[in-house]
């Protein structure tokens, strides 16, 4: 059994309290307040209320699986837990004492557990199913499920904008900068996200500024600083961009990322990185201050214009240097922008307005994701088995950290939905 089973008895009183409650050294017990959870360092739940005997208790509770884990942990040791009032355990193995010699209050709750409760905890802790409560999941209300997901969806926000506002502290507080990083990362999917992001990162956004108008030039910047120039070309066009990185790498004394980072293997040819950088080098070229004109745009078909830029002529017949392919336009398809503003613009637009107390950003963040349609992976299709039909990008986003970020680390206890099903 695991401790935060215990937690989860005592949080939702789940625990049999139709009985005399009574310590291991068979004082009576009255709880008249169970306090508040503590998700930080210290004592497991805050300011509880306890009677013991006549003695009314104001202070801590802290729970273990064995009573001897109070020693393990070394919280003898440690101020902070000076006042607990009761210690809460499965089994008593060893009594606990304070700095001061006296016994802290030990309740067992070995005898009091549901075995209904404790039964349903295992099979959903054991199971091997793809979630696991699968064979319980269709017992929940869709209202319970609903509110769970939009819980999930703002979860999944704030999880992904803490990374962001990481790096924005580092970029001193330069969203562009560190808007261009992220939306980098994005083009490279996910096998070329790191030296995407690298490239970037070698490449501050104020100096593509200072060629905004020259495509060749940007192009140039990208793909030297991406280690794509080194080798020898026939071509004239991958000659005439190392000559120019050559002359720009020493003016902004740059520093290349190893070229041999890219990956191109078993990838479709249109999200090849040189494809990917080409259409990266038009976008900046189109706008550079590319965050700004986001704030002000009101919904998806706009922002789905911002992203139309046509890569320079060569892309047209070209995946990679000196191989020449049959005519195909390389702008960027609908998907992929779909892609870029659920993974990038929609996290920075839910950061912006956290940042500024602006509620009107955060509800266009979701607005955003209401306004694309689901997306299709593996894991929405698993979802689709168990009867969730999602109809947007918000729904799906939220079903993704359920499955990621509870149902793989069962975490059941934690959700609304386990919680549902062990408590019927």
């Known amino acids: 059994m695991k401790e935060d089973f215990l937690h989860y008895l005592w949080r939702m009183k789940r625990f049999d309290l ?26 497991d739940f805050l300011d509880a209320r306890i009677r013991i005997g006549d003695t009314l208790w104001a202070g801590n509770v802290e729970i273990h699986v064995n009573s001897s884990e109070w020693y393990t942990h070394a919280h003898e040791t440690d101020k902070a837990y000076d006042n607990v009032i009761l210690h809460v355990v499965l ?18 709750l070995r005898r009091l557990i549901p075995p209904k409760v404790q039964s349903v905890y295992q099979k959903l802790l054991h199971n091997e199913h793809w979630i696991p409560c699968q064979h319980h999941f269709y017992t929940v209300s869709e209202m319970t499920k609903n509110l769970w997901l ?36 994005n083009f490279g999917v996910k096998v070329n996200a790191f030296p995407f992001e690298m490239t970037a990162q070698s490449l501050p956004l104020l100096t593509l500024a200072k060629h905004k108008n020259n495509l060749h030039q940007i192009e140039a910047l990208l793909f030297g600083q991406a280690g794509l120039l ?7 066009y991958p000659n005439a961009l190392k000559k120019e990185y050559n002359f720009l790498r020493k003016k902004h004394n740059l520093t290349p990322v190893p070229g041999q980072a890219w990956r191109f293997l078993r990838m479709r040819p249109a999200n090849f990185p040189t494809v990917r950088i080409a259409q990266f080098a038009a976008l900046i070229h189109q706008s550079v201050h590319l965050f700004s004109k986001i704030l002000e745009a009101e919904d998806v078909e706009e922002i789905e214009q911002l992203f139309i830029a046509e890569p320079s002529e060569y ?15 390389k702008r960027l398809g609908r998907s992929t922008v779909h892609l870029f503003i659920i993974n990038t613009i929609v996290p920075f637009l839910f950061l912006y307005g956290k940042d500024k107390a602006d509620e009107k950003y955060k509800d266009k963040a979701f607005a955003l994701l209401e306004g694309l349609p689901p997306e299709k992976n593996s894991i929405i299709k698993g979802w689709k088995d168990l009867g969730i039909k999602p109809d947007s990008a918000y729904r799906t986003q939220a079903l993704l ?9 069962k975490r059941c206890l ?4 386990g919680n549902k099903i062990l408590r019927s």
């Open 18 to 43: 139709s009985q005399d409650l009574l310590t291991t050294e068979h004082e009576p017990l009255q709880i008249l307040q169970f306090g508040t959870h503590n998700s930080h360092a210290g004592p």
């Open 91 to 108: 089994e008593e193995n060893r009594p606990v004492y304070r700095k001061n010699g006296t016994r802290i209050p030990c309740l067992e």
């Open 150 to 185: 939009d819980r999930m969806s703002v979860e999944r926000l704030e999880r992904k904008t803490e990374e962001i506002a990481e790096v924005l502290k580092q970029n001193k507080n330069n969203r562009e900068e560190t808007f261009y990083r992220f939306l980098a990362r």
């Open 230 to 236: 080194e080798e020898e070309f026939t071509d004239d």
């Open 315 to 329: 892309w047209k017949t070209h995946y990679v240097f000196d191989k020449e392919s049959d005519a195909k336009d």
């Open 401 to 409: 950290e359920l499955k990621n970020e509870y149902c793989n680390a």
């Open 414 to 417: 934690e959700c609304a939905i």
